[in-house]
């Protein structure tokens, strides 16, 4: 079983529809969850952190934390074509351990 | 959000050569910097963890001697890839650890390595 895992696509999404992207994580202990964004050819850029159970909303972006679950998910609301990327879900296991272990990726297009 | 800044963006070395990729945090000293590396359409591969002043760690299966890794300050990290090969041409990333923002991971724009 892979340690982050995420439907790797593609998910295609109408222009201005919530798109929402899943995450399941192995490790019970882990205690800091991120959702990057990937353009093609560029770095990884941070769209949200979320440390506790419930959600944490940024603009047009939430994220949603179940710990018991093990599942965190990315709600993108009023999708903008420019969303269209791939969007990585990386999970921190342990406090004092810093090392970021990445689900493969979902491939996000946004349809105008 | 912290700045990372990675240079060079794009490299192109002769095979058998070396080459050498900076990584600075701008405005936070980072205590912990990771250099990752990526193949077209595959996730981010963790490849070290650079602890400054101290050796790095590496993830099993990468080459010590062929990555050599240098964390000589708080802002700068390097990755020098020696002896240089065709499958070694990849996308190389470097993160830093800021602490004061709860353990969030910034990364740098990246460096676009092609050997000839």
């Known amino acids: 079983q892979k340690e982050v895992e995420q439907n790797s696509g593609p998910l295609s999404v109408p222009e201005g529809a919530i798109a929402s992207l899943n995450c399941t994580y192995s490790?019970?202990?882990?205690?800091?969850f991120f959702w990057y964004r990937q353009y093609s050819g560029k770095s990884p850029e941070l769209i949200m952190s979320?440390?506790?159970?419930g959600d944490k909303e940024d603009g047009r972006f939430t994220a949603q934390l179940n710990k018991a679950s093990q599942y965190v998910s990315l709600l993108i609301r009023d999708s903008q074509p420019s969303d269209s990327a791939t969007y990585l879900c990386?999970?921190?296991?342990?406090?004092?351990?810093?090392?970021?272990?990445f689900g493969t990726g979902t491939r996000l297009t946004i349809i105008p | 959000g912290a700045v990372v800044s990675q240079h060079p963006s794009r490299v192109i070395c002769k095979s058998g050569t070396s080459v050498k990729i900076e990584c600075r945090s701008l405005d936070f000293q980072a205590t912990t910097m990771f250099w990752y590396r990526q193949f077209p359409k595959q996730s981010l591969m963790l490849m070290a963890t650079?602890?400054?002043?101290?050796?790095?760690?590496?993830e099993q299966g990468v080459e010590k001697d062929k990555f050599l890794i240098n964390h000589a300050s708080l802002t700068l990290s390097t990755l020098t890839v020696t002896s240089a090969h065709p499958e070694d041409s990849s996308f190389y990333i470097c993160s830093a650890s800021h602490r004061d923002s709860g353990n969030t991971i910034y990364f740098g724009e990246g460096s676009w390595l092609t050997v000839v």
């Open positions: 650079s602890n400054e002043g101290s050796k790095a760690t590496y």
């Open positions: 490790d019970r202990g882990s205690q800091s």
């Open positions: 979320i440390y506790s159970n």
């Open positions: 990386a999970v921190i296991s342990n406090f004092g351990n810093e090392k970021l272990t």
